[in-house]
């Protein structure tokens, strides 16, 4: 009887966890600020009901969703040439690293780099400050990481580096505006790993530094915190591949909430490689204030289109 108490005990403490929890995640929030989001497609919070989190969120069921599966035969040529950086790729700059909700983010320190010679959506003669830069990917176990993907084919890991409009004063005012903002993303290999069928014709890189430093900043920050916690120096060649002139483009959105449809996508056409350790140690980071791991649900948002039922206008410049 002691036996049969003893389990029904436990059993009960497991259940009034679980309530505890599910109580505690508020599906429906009117104040903005205080609206939460999550990875889980499970849950109330996860991507497909990002929309109906609270009102601000609502461009997260818009039309110009990111991020997109790239069909490369539907791609239009167009001569918008390849933009230009006001530095060397040669040249090294510090980066801090702290940990934001879903990823380390890593911010640029004590320098001024802009992108420029953009000259599609209208945005020729603008200019873009590099403010940082981060990286999704999927679930333990799951090779399926990056959220852009080539022809429905995904990559381990996948690297934004966002730029806002030198007009407005800083990110989060140029991402309200319809110039306000660029991101080129770069679709990420693990080195040891199958060399993605969909990038025959790239040279295959190694970016070793780049994999020394993730592996250092991500284990730093393995344990939330907002704190700045790392600094490195990094340079452009290290976060860009060998081809650096050949992209898709498109007009889309931020791929986390509140979605602002006002970013310039810039897709480079191959990708970079890092270490599979770097990959494995960013899976081990905890999620905000959680116990849970970032490996758990990944934080890739899922496609939004480039399906065969949902055209929209891409470009390439090669």
């Not at 140029?174 to 660029?182: N, Y």
Request: net charge negative; hydrophobic share 35%.
């Amino acid at each position: 009887m002691n036996k049969e108490f003893e389990v029904c005990f436990f059993l009960l403490v497991i259940l009034r966890s679980h309530c505890a929890e599910a109580s505690s995640i508020v599906c429906d929030e009117p104040d903005c600020s205080k609206a939460k989001y999550n990875y889980d497609r499970e849950s109330c919070l996860g991507p497909v009901n990002w929309s109906d989190i609270t009102p601000c969120w609502s461009q997260c069921g818009g039309n110009r969703q990111s991020p997109v599966n790239i069909r490369r035969a539907d791609a239009t040529f167009s001569n918008i040439g390849s933009f230009t950086f006001n530095i060397g790729v040669q040249q090294a700059f510090q980066v801090s690293t702290f940990s934001k909700g879903f990823a380390t983010t890593f911010k640029i320190e004590n320098a001024n780099i802009i992108l420029s010679n953009v000259n599609q959506f209208g945005l020729t003669g603008s200019s873009f400050k590099l403010d940082g830069f981060h990286f999704h990917t999927g679930r333990y176990n799951s090779m399926m990481g990056s959220e852009h993907s080539f022809d429905d084919e995904f990559t381990p890991l996948e690297l934004h580096l966002v730029f806002y409009n030198t007009k407005y004063p800083d990110v989060n005012t140029a991402s309200t505006q319809s110039d306000g903002l660029v991101v080129i993303g770069v679709l990420t290999q693990a080195s040891g790993g199958v060399w993605n069928s969909q990038f025959p014709d790239c040279q295959k890189t190694n970016q070793a530094e780049l994999s020394r430093v993730l592996k250092k900043a991500f284990k730093k920050t393995e344990d939330y915190s907002e704190d700045e916690l790392f600094f490195a120096d990094l340079a452009l060649k290290d976060l860009l591949p060998a081809d650096q002139e050949s992209f898709y483009t498109y007009e889309g959105s931020l791929t986390t909430p509140s979605c602002s449809e006002t970013v310039t996508w810039i897709v480079m056409k191959c990708p970079i490689t890092v270490s599979v350790n770097a990959i494995e140690t960013f899976k081990n980071i905890k999620i905000q204030n959680d116990e849970e791991e970032l490996g758990v649900h990944g934080n890739r948002r899922p496609v939004q289109r480039g399906q065969q039922n949902t055209p929209f206008t891409l470009l390439r410049n090669f």
